[in-house]
């Protein structure tokens, strides 16, 4: 409520549609180097504004960080998985509405 952008009160009140995200699965990612890659093309490709999420690469003890804004993407290692934590490669892609979905998970899963 405090962002500039809304609008307490006015007829034009909404939550900002304009905006979606949804959840990436994906399996084990040996190669990093290629999922960076893939975030980028589908980064370009579809407008997509951010993605962020956390990457299991099998044989690393750490959890693989992902952080892309546009074209723009950080990736390290930050801690070791906790025990009883599920190793997983998620990612969260955010961008306006109407994003082609299908398209962007084909990209991102290669």
Same mark, same amino acid.
């Given at each position: 409520?405090?962002?500039?952008?809304?609008?307490?009160?006015?007829?034009?009140?909404?939550?900002?549609?304009?905006?979606?995200?949804?959840?990436?699965?994906?399996?084990?990612?040996?190669?990093?180097?290629?999922?960076?890659?893939?975030?980028?093309?589908?980064?370009?490709?579809?407008?997509?504004?951010?993605?962020?999420?956390f990457v299991? $690469?099998?044989?690393?003890?750490?959890?693989?960080?992902?952080?892309?804004?546009?074209?723009?993407?950080?990736?390290?290692?930050?801690?070791?998985?906790?025990?009883?934590? $599920?190793?997983?490669?998620?990612?969260? $892609?955010?961008?306006?509405?109407?994003?082609?979905?299908?398209?962007?998970?084909?990209?991102?899963?290669?």
């Open positions: 409520a405090a962002r500039p952008s809304h609008h307490d009160g006015a007829a034009d009140d909404h939550d900002h549609d304009e905006f979606e995200s949804f959840h990436v699965g994906l399996g084990d990612i040996d190669d990093t180097d290629a999922l960076e890659a893939r975030i980028k093309t589908a980064s370009i490709d579809h407008d997509i504004l951010r993605i962020k999420g299991h $690469v099998p044989g690393k003890l750490m959890r693989h960080v992902v952080q892309a804004v546009g074209p723009r993407i950080d990736r390290y290692f930050d801690r070791p998985w906790a025990e009883g934590e $599920v190793r997983q490669s998620r990612l969260v $892609v955010i961008g306006l509405a109407g994003m082609d979905r299908a398209a962007i998970e084909r990209t991102l899963r290669g």
